[in-house]
């Protein structure tokens, strides 16, 4: 049998080689492609961008379903999931605990998620959420952190209770109350049990809306371990590093959150435009709030091949921080000029709309199909990457597909 180097006899241990006493001398064979490593409840399909911590996105034609399915949805962990979640322990609900805090709270309390499930009603809403750091690839200069393509994103139906009712219930004081911030039970990658991983918030006007959520359900199943699992915050239209996973703590603030990943770079870009690769002061930096508005061609797959004379149905999902989208078009020539698609109204507020269009194309060659969301406030995505930020974040371009028609 002709010599295996180690990865080929890892891949091909058990399997006979038929015809190997005809392979010529000095050729090495070609060996098995691997097998999808894949994350665990998710869909083998996802891009691991990194496993420590992990994160994970979702190529734009897995998100052609109009409610995501919990296996495709994106991965954004900034440290290690609990590893009895991992290992896929189940939660006792009566164990598991949500102390609610801080310098609005005239005293602490405490919630087991089965008196969250039993105490208050529950509510199901879709809910966008989205990377703030989503499209960051494609910054030049390259700005620090994952290098997300456009897959940092997600709507699924998530179901739960409202977090204003469990504030109310906790009696924070309504005259104080600034901002929130969330603990988590995941782990620093250094193994330090008492080094905080992440701690952000929002304001407390945010945490009041009816669509922010304490979830524990993911369309209609318990969320995924690597998605928060037994309890998370879902706070749509905002980072979504604001939607705390692995929820255990709540503090309500009497000033903005200061907890990790709150100051410096993270989630904050410069209050005013600045050169690209410029250095930027922390007192010059902003806190990311609401999210731009956005879409996404999800069919066909970039690198489709249409026959010509016929038409090309198009597919996409469109988003945006607050309010909805009021138009969607797309472009065959390059910005050139745009055609109209049909758009859905939103299921609820925050949840992403559906776009749909029949293409045409006037000849034979390669083409690229470019997207473009307007919201209700007249904010259009731009064309071009928009003003650059030391991390990367709020990449709202129009997307783009590439098609070859023959």
Known sequence: MPHLNRRQFLTLAGLPVVFAARLPAGISLLGLPDPPE???GKDPGLIVLNDRPV???TPAHLLNPRVTPADRFFVRN????????????AVDPAAWTLTIGGEAMPREVTFTLAELRDRFRHHEYHLTLECGGNGRKEFNPPASGNQWGTGAVGCAKWTGVRLKDVLEAAGYDREKAVYIGYYGKDTHLSGDPDKVVISRGVPIAKALEDESLIAWAMNDEPLPPLNGYPLRLVFSGYPASC???WLSRIVVRDRVHDGEKMGGASYRVPCKPVAPGAEVADADMCIIEEMPVK?????PKTGAIVESGRSLSLAGHAWCGAGKVARMEYSIDFGSNWESCTLTAPVNRYAWQHFAADVTFPETGYYEIWARATDDRGNAQPMVIPAWNPRGYLNNACHRISIKIV
């Open 38 to 40: 894949g994350l665990p």
């Open 55 to 57: 994160n994970a996105e």
């Open 243 to 245: 939607s705390g996973k």
């Open 78 to 89: 900034n440290g290690l999931v609990p590893r009895s979640i991992l290992d896929g322990e």
């Open 295 to 299: 879409s996404l061609i999800t069919s």
